[in-house]
């Protein structure tokens, strides 16, 4: 849930994002599942139209679209929960993770999962490039006429994966909203397209190629045991040498930087 849009302009802005956003995780979830079933669960009925009702007033519409994104949230949490359920279930095909990082991708390819902050992901990928890597950013590839789901998948064919979860949005409790804004619970939160494709690569790879680097107060993701959590203040480097002793027991081949 985005900090709260203070005019109608925002809020469209937010909607369409929400939209975009929505339409990605419906399609990915379809593609990654093999069925349409969890995103059926996922897309689950939200709210209500009412024949005669008022029309909303604008704080009304700010908290029923807060309300909107607020459930499907929940509902990928579920999801990223039950990651490993899924593979014991028959009516749901999850793709299988790789039982060795070399036979995914023997290139020095990895994935760089981001929010809005753009000095973390420039720092990740500069460091990664010094120690020999070539992190992969989806929005500096080329579109080739792909969707945005079309080019995810293609570029989502790699041995290892890092998430950076930095604090890009505010959020807080629907039936919070019409308290005073110091007795919100405020939390800290990454981007939501970050959470899923989180739980994305987790079951893609599995848990020990994916690593989730977080700085500052933000709000980790449900505990799920054996995903690679490392924090950092103001660089990378603060955890360079961890991340590159996990990097070589998954197969790849690095420099000290």
Not at 58 to 73: D, G, L, M, Y
Not at 99 to 123: E, I, L, P, Q, Y
């Amino acid at each position: 849930m985005a900090i709260r849009p203070g005019s109608l302009p925002e809020l469209e802005d937010a909607q369409r994002d929400y939209e975009k956003w929505d339409s990605f995780n419906i399609e990915l979830l379809k593609r990654l599942f093999g069925t349409d079933e969890l995103a059926i669960e996922y897309s689950g009925w939200v709210g209500a139209f009412v024949i005669g009702r008022t029309p909303p007033s604008f704080s009304e519409k700010v908290t029923e679209h807060f309300e909107e994104v607020q459930a499907r949230i929940h509902r990928l949490d579920s999801i990223v929960e039950r990651l490993e359920l899924f593979a014991d279930d028959s009516n749901v095909s999850v793709v299988e993770p790789a039982k060795d990082a070399r036979a995914v991708d023997k290139s020095n390819k990895v994935f760089v999962v981001h929010g809005r902050d753009d000095a973390a992901k420039a720092n990740l990928e500069v460091f990664l490039r010094e120690i020999g890597l070539d992190p992969i950013v989806l929005h500096r590839q080329a579109d080739e006429g792909l969707t945005i789901i079309e080019k995810f998948e293609k570029h989502a064919d790699v041995g290892y994966v890092f998430v950076l979860l930095t604090p890009d949005e505010c959020a807080y409790l629907a039936s919070e909203e019409k308290l005073p804004e110091a007795q919100r619970r405020v939390e800290l939160r990454a981007r939501p397209n970050v959470i899923f494709e989180f739980g994305y690569f987790v079951g893609r790879l599995g848990r020990k190629r994916v690593c989730c680097l977080y700085t500052g107060e933000v709000s980790l993701p449900s505990d799920i045991q054996g995903l690679i959590y490392k924090r950092f203040v103001s660089s990378i480097e603060e955890v360079a040498y961890g991340i590159i002793k996990d990097l070589k027991a998954a197969g790849y081949q690095v420099s000290s930087g």
